[in-house]
């Protein structure tokens, strides 16, 4: 049975603020930190019973709210292979979170593990990591009340990035078998990442240096050790690494808003160099974008879509000249925000799919593949290598010493890349190995494909639930009759291209739109989201 007595006298100490609603969304429970005391020791709760039910598997539990401003907190499970948490249990999640009393807690506990047939019998294993966020040191401790309130076991990986907590959960689950996943420690992940660098850059000139910015968040610390494993195989500059200024966390820099503002965060003016290649990371370190400053001292930015491109024209090639591109299929999966330019680069080399935003979606499409490729146009993403296909990776007998390259580059590759969930410094040490052996600067890879003018515009309205699309986010079915207005507008811009979707993280429909100029692209978001207001 439950441990009645000891969940009721912890969960008394962690009381739910009346007139709160909860909702485990795409990014878990994201909101201000200062109500999210209980949320965080019914997690607790809620990971040990998730690995009970999954026979003492250890679950992972991130403390975060990513790029969101400094006040905000948030968390987030991990399932056992490192992936998010089964959509079925964000439900439960969700109405643990809602029970306003201790005695309605216990009960919906109750139901859980009837309705899904828990073994209480069973050991419960939780393995767990913060950001760097001022708040997250006493959530920690409520999220280890409902560890113990349970009697399950926890481990604390402390102060950490969202990638390599999900790391640790795979490596623990893999231990010791063919799947192995590399040693379950921090030191584990950087030796895995930084070994497999070195071996692929080892014949290549060493590359300029790379200025990061750190979002004043734990991708600081996370990339300081990185840069001693990595040695002098890639000189990073660290620029934004004040973990400890209050309000520097995401402010005025980040990924984030490199991506939503087009604009390099204004303290690394002066810190770039024209022609020198920079990324900006966010408050979790799990989305990237790079970025250049070009003689006029004019910003460009590489977002995920641009990754994307990079990132599978190598593969591509790879599979190819190793002779196995008859057994390993590479595909790449985006979300309807890619630039029509970057599909369009991708659609003529690989098979490219679209489904609808949200991770869970981009990496469930990317596991259909042999070697499928996802990144969101914000900067996360990953690849995926298939465990036959790395089977086949592993017995393959090359005939030639071009193939045999090839090989070694793509086990190498399958080393180096984080392919539990987007990791930013993962990402951006294989962006570095592309442009190390393409030799491409930053305006080079850039001139893959040119961008289309974009514009993304919120709308506040009244009940976004009222809004509803189909083929991947792509067309609108209600309101009815809105989809043909949106059609109407659209033909009247020259390559031009808008949906509309609410969003899943804020109470907003999204309107998105490209044509073939700047102005154009704005006056159709703009009119477009008239029609939806
Ligand atoms: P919503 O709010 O559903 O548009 C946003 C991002 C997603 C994804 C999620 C989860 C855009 C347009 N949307 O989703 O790409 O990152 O947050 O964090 O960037
Ligand atoms: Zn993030």
Redesign the pocket.
Known sequence: ALPVDSIRALSDLHPKPSNLKFQYG??GFRTVAHVLDSVLFRVGVLAALRSKKLDGKTIGVMVTA?HNPEQDNGVKLVDPRGEMLEASWEIHATALSNAQTTDEFIGELEKLVQTSKIDLSKPARVVYARDTRPSGAALVSSLEDGIKAIGAEGRNAGVTTTPVLHYLVRAINTKGTKESYGEDSEEGYFLKLSTAFKKLVSTRQTPSALVIDCANGVGAPIAERLIEYLGNSLPLVLENASITTPGALNNSCGADYVKTTQKLPPSLAGRLQPGQRGCSLDGDADRLMYFYLDERNQFHMLDGDKIAALVSAFIVELVKTSGLDSQIKVGVVQ?A?ANGASTKYLSERLPVKCVP???KHLHHAAEHYNIGIYF???G?GTVLFSQPTQDVLQSYEPSTPAQSTALEHLRNLNQLINQTVGDALSDMLLVEVVLAHKAYSGAEWDSLYVDLPNR?VKVVVADRNQVKTEDAERRLVSPVGLQEKINDLVRRYDGGRSFV?P????DVV?VYAEASNKAQSDELAFRVAGLVY
Do not use: I, Q
Not at 503 to 506: A, C, F, V
């Open positions: 795409t990014a990513s979300t925000y935003t949200g991770v969101e146009a914000n996360h993304l979707r969003s899943g993280t804020e999204r």
